[in-house]
């Protein structure tokens, strides 16, 4: 293990993430807020820290997949601890630094579970912080980073795998990892300002545009009001919301691929599941408040931007869905399991592994028919491996388990109901956000050791569990 250039990478990361404390300085300036030397002690702590992490790391050494999975885990958790100091630090919240650790570890992996209430009397700078980490951790600030790794001696490839979403992450765009991290971001800074843009014509100021479009691009559900997206009472905004979220959640990489070709987003069997899954989830959605007259002021219309917001493990809310019938609020945690598409900004198992998985048992019951059949797994013309079929089941028991054995242990250590629970780590673990029970708008009043298990499942969520349970295995730190 070459601890050196952990280090090194580490501290890189650390320094190019200080830069963005930085920005609600300006936002701070341009409103005349007072929070400049909150931000700037955070930024100088932070660049520091990266300094001497950098030179304690010195030397001449390649970056291998092992050192990847470290650094990824390491940064996600240390740019959330060090993201947490302007909100530790800031007067305006007077937050522990359980709950400052909670709500930056919640933006950057785009979870959206919040443990702050009256936003809307908030600092802009603190409000546009909150949304920045989102948009940063929404596409991984490790790709941004891998963009300039080649330029400082450290390849990059390495770190892009180990933090990129999905079952398939061998496919290049371009023949270079810089170039690829680099046309991603492109794609996804041209997604963002588009979305920004729709969102001011649609009604809203151009604060509420450019802080609404980093966390709805994001898929990551954070607001600057306490009301999210019931705030503005506007269709046209809803829409907006409804458009970009489905965009946000189909694999980044086939948006690029489809530039020129629109005609490859209906050709990709992944996206087609998704959307007949977002249509599916929204037809049960309005029947179900279209049988319960009053559990909604417009079942249509809340039906559907609630089946794609949490499906697509946004988060946004116009109404409390928690008290509808229960059917609804269960089926909607239930679909953020499968979330969007892999490559995608949005958590959850993944589209392209939950229509393997229902193929494969479509297999196996054609095998019990015809025992001397063979019958190769495809998705389109393509035969998917075995190999790629174990590990996707694999991935399925591990995420389940987890699952079920981190409601166990919150059940264990607090004294939360099991819906409480139960949709509070089902809420983490996707990278949903809101929850059900007493974690259906705020997570403020969990015990301090709930908060930590929790940003322990949102981490595991955003880094796909495996990136971070290697790391707990003995063979990984043998040499």
């Known amino acids: ?144 980073a891998v963009a300039v790794l080649p330029m400082l001696g450290v390849g990059g490839m390495q770190l892009y795998r180990a933090e990129s979403p999905g079952p398939i992450k061998d496919t290049k765009l371009r023949p270079r990892i810089a170039e690829t991290a680099k046309a991603l971001w492109l794609i996804y800074f041209g997604i963002s300002l588009a979305c920004g843009l729709a969102y001011w014509i649609a009604g809203m100021s151009p604060f509420d545009a450019i802080c609404h479009a980093f966390s709805t691009v994001a898929i990551g559900g954070f607001s600057t009001h306490d009301a999210s997206l019931g705030y503005f009472a506007s269709p046209a905004v809803e829409s907006v919301a409804i458009f970009f979220m489905i965009v946000s959640g189909i694999n980044f990489g086939l948006h690029f691929f489809a530039w020129r070709s629109p005609g490859r987003y209906f050709q990709d069997m992944e996206v087609r599941t998704y959307l007949a899954a977002l249509f599916g989830v929204s037809v049960l959605v309005v029947w179900v408040l279209l049988r319960h007259p009053g559990a909604a002021d417009d079942p249509l219309r809340d039906g559907i931007f609630h089946a794609v917001s949490i499906t697509t493990t946004t988060g946004f809310t116009t109404a409390n869905f928690s008290a509808w019938p229960s059917f609804a609020p269960f089926l909607l945690l239930f679909a953020a399991f499968a979330g969007g598409c892999a490559g995608s900004t949005a958590g959850g198992i993944k589209m392209i592994r939950m229509l393997l998985i229902f193929r494969q ?81 705020n997570y403020a009043d969990l015990p301090a050791v709930t908060k930590w298990l929790l940003i322990f499942t949102m981490l595991l969520g955003r880094l796909e569990i495996f990136t971070l349970l290697v790391l707990l295995t003995p063979s990984y730190w043998r040499s």
Request: aromatic share 10%; charged share 15%.
């Open 1 to 144: 293990m070459h601890f050196g250039v952990i280090l090194r990478t580490t501290g890189v990361l650390l320094c190019l993430f200080s830069i963005a404390m930085l920005l609600p300085v300006v936002v701070a300036l341009i409103y005349g807020e007072d929070t400049q030397r909150t931000f700037l002690t955070a930024f100088c702590i932070t660049v520091a820290s990266g300094a001497v992490l950098w030179l304690a790391g010195r030397g001449e050494a390649e970056l291998r997949s092992r050192e990847g999975f470290l650094i990824t885990v390491l940064f996600y958790v240390g740019l959330g601890l060090f993201g947490a100091l302007p909100m530790y630090l800031s007067p305006s919240l007077a937050e522990s630094f359980t709950d400052a650790a909670f709500e930056s570890l919640s933006g950057l992996t785009t979870t959206g579970a919040t443990v702050i209430a009256g936003l809307d009397e908030l600092p802009r700078s603190i409000l546009f912080y909150r949304q920045l980490l989102q948009w940063l951790g929404g596409m991984g600030i490790i790709v941004l």
């Open 361 to 441: 048992g479509v297999r196996e019951i054609r095998r019990l028919i015809h025992p001397n059949g063979v019958f190769p797994l495809k998705l389109g013309r393509d035969v998917i491996p075995d190999r790629v079929v174990d590990s996707i089941w694999g991935f399925f028991a591990a995420y389940m388990m987890i699952f079920l054995g981190m409601v166990c242990l919150l059940l264990a250590v607090s004294d939360l109901d099991f819906t409480t629970a139960f949709s509070a780590v089902g809420a983490c673990l996707n990278n949903l956000g809101p929850g059900l029970g007493s974690v259906a708008v």
